[in-house]
């Protein structure tokens, strides 16, 4: 939902920006942009396929999981001079730094999940098992790095209910940054500064 929520706006703004400018709108000059297609594919088959989620047992996923996170924290890497990156980057290592020291997953505390789903479903889940698709139930105290885990929530007035982390924070932010400025790293790089 955030990350959506900052691709939508980095588009409008983008958009907005290149006319109010009276130029064409351009989109960010990436390279390898593939690693991204292959980087969300074992997301995509241990979390989103129907027929296979459910299938892998947890230590195959946590390490699909982790696999994926290093194929993306690459694909920003290589493209981090571009405006906006430094920030993703920023946030795909503090994701991938979490759910690293949690056993490949992000953790989420009861508390939160409480927000999520009902009790009595909370209340059959034992501390340490999946939670959801990609997270781990922990208490703040069993979590490493808790402050990193998925403990933010959108208002309680809000009909679209999801945890998110600090990481993914940094990865809208810079995400929204990439698709609204996305001529800002060719202006900065020519006078030899980079983002």
């Known amino acids: 939902m955030i990350l959506l929520s900052a691709i939508a706006a980095g588009l409008l703004t983008g958009l907005g920006w290149a006319r109010w400018h009276g130029e064409p709108y351009q989109s960010p000059n990436l390279q390898f942009l593939w690693l991204v297609f292959i980087a969300f594919l074992p997301q995509f088959i241990v979390i989103y396929l129907p027929v296979t989620h459910g299938l892998?047992?947890?230590?195959?996923?946590?390490?699909?999981?982790?696999?994926?996170?290093i194929m993306l924290l690459a694909f920003v890497w290589i493209n981090r001079r571009i405006a906006g990156m430094s920030i993703l980057l920023c946030g795909v290592a503090l994701n991938l730094s979490v759910m690293t020291a949690n056993g490949g997953f992000m953790p989420i505390s009861p508390q939160t999940a409480s927000r999520l789903v009902s009790e009595d479903l909370l209340r059959d889940t034992q501390s340490g098992s999946r939670f959801g698709a990609k997270d781990i139930l922990l208490p703040p105290q069993d979590t490493r790095f808790e402050?990193?885990?998925?403990?933010?929530?959108?208002?309680?007035?809000?009909?679209?209910?999801?945890?998110?982390?600090?990481?993914?924070?940094?990865?809208?932010?810079?995400?929204?940054?990439?698709?609204?400025?996305?001529?800002?790293?060719?202006?900065?790089t020519k006078r030899g500064t980079s983002l």
């Not at 009909?159 to 600090?166: G, W």
């Not at 993914?168 to 996305?182: M, Q, R, T």
């Open 56 to 69: 892998f047992p947890d230590w195959l996923t946590a390490g699909l999981l982790l696999t994926s996170q």
């Open 147 to 188: 402050w990193l885990a998925d403990r933010f929530l959108p208002p309680i007035w809000s009909p679209y209910q999801v945890a998110f982390s600090l990481g993914d924070v940094f990865i809208a932010l810079g995400v929204f940054w990439l698709l609204a400025k996305p001529g800002l790293s060719i202006q900065f």
